[in-house]
């Protein structure tokens, strides 16, 4: 009997990796290639990004009050829960305030990276995440990284360079509507934002007491709300006022902020049951479904340095995470985006 039950456990065990290692891999790729083709599709009234990442925010609330409702059994225990966490303890709620207008900025950038970058460029820029989370972990947390996690940041910046360098290149025939550079510098400011936010999360939060990864995204929207309202209003007035929000919005549209919202929630649950191995194949995996993705539904064609970036970028996630860090459950499982 002991053996079947443990036969059946690691059967269910072994499930569960496969299934969290097929959605992570799903959710990079496709999230990827929904907000590049969002962005690069050609439509009379293009949608506003600002909004986008407003409705996003308002629809991850939506969520893990959904969520919470579910672990509570109901609606009264979760407004209890809420004002327990939320607003009767104002100091923890206000510890998440400068990371949740920081991962707002960061989703503003993103969409912008994704207007002037193909899906497989896109996708292995940023992966600087992981050299910015690197640097601001030796710096505010006096993190000492092994020689081989220095030569792997190395790699990763080199990689990232080849393929902004091929792009650069490629420029003189690319569609006039792109702008590379402008693509690039979003996602390198994006990921520095990521990297920073990631990291002074888990300094403040030390000591904290242990909350739910629902109620920490509840305490989030209080700031990411209102500031992502702010930001849309104050970048897009002269639509909004004549238009409103929802400008420009369809079925793809609300399908990518679906997808923005649910997997920026679920993988911070996945991750936490999935190893460094698992993480590695779904983002290299997730890289190499995004450039055929791209090559059938944009017209890109992989030039050599693009592939030598790719191969480099994808050798450096596995050397990097050989020797992992202990700081990087916190800071991932915490961040609303990406995969990123």
């Known amino acids: 009997m002991v053996e079947i039950r443990r036969e059946t456990s690691a059967r269910s065990a072994n499930s569960l990796r496969v299934g969290i290692l097929v959605w992570l891999t799903l959710q990079n790729s496709v999230h990827t290639l929904l907000l590049r083709y969002s962005r690069a599709r050609h439509v009379e009234r293009m949608f506003l990004s600002s909004s986008a990442v407003f409705f996003t925010e308002l629809m991850k609330l ?5 969520a919470i409702i579910y672990e509570q059994r109901g609606v009264a225990q979760m407004a209890s829960e809420v004002a327990q966490h939320v607003f009767a303890n104002p100091w923890d709620t206000m510890k998440v305030c400068l990371p949740a207008m920081i991962y707002t900025l960061q989703n503003n950038l993103f969409y912008l990276a994704a207007s002037h970058l193909e899906a497989a460029t896109f996708m292995i820029a940023s992966q600087l995440k992981i050299f910015t989370t690197a640097i601001f972990s030796v710096i505010m947390l006096r993190k ?4 081989k996690q220095w030569l792997a940041l190395a790699t990763l910046f080199i990689g990232v ?8 290149v490629d420029t003189t025939i690319a569609d006039t509507h792109q702008r590379p550079l402008i693509g690039f510098t979003a996602v390198l400011v994006a990921s520095s934002l990521s990297g920073f936010a990631g990291i002074y999360f888990e300094k403040i939060l030390k000591g904290s007491a242990p909350v739910s990864l629902w109620m920490r995204n509840v305490q989030m929207a209080m700031f990411a709300i209102p500031s992502s309202l702010i930001a849309s209003l104050v970048q897009d007035w002269e639509v909004i006022s004549e238009e409103g929000l929802l400008y420009g919005f369809d079925a793809i549209v ?3 902020v679906f997808w923005y919202c649910i997997g920026g929630l679920t993988v911070g649950v996945c991750i936490k049951y999935a190893d460094n191995i698992a993480k590695n194949f779904s983002t290299s995996v997730a890289i190499i479904l995004s450039t055929i993705g791209s090559v059938y539904i944009f017209g890109f064609v992989p030039t050599r340095l693009f592939v030598l970036g790719a191969v480099l970028v994808i050798s450096s996630i596995f050397l990097y995470s050989s020797n992992p860090p202990t700081y990087a459950t916190l800071s991932v499982s915490t961040s609303e985006q990406p995969s990123h």
């Open 62 to 66: 939506l969520t893990c009050i959904l």
């Open 254 to 256: 609300w399908v990518t």
């Open 161 to 168: 360079s080849i393929v902004q360098l091929q792009h650069t």
């Open 144 to 147: 000492a990284l092994s020689r």
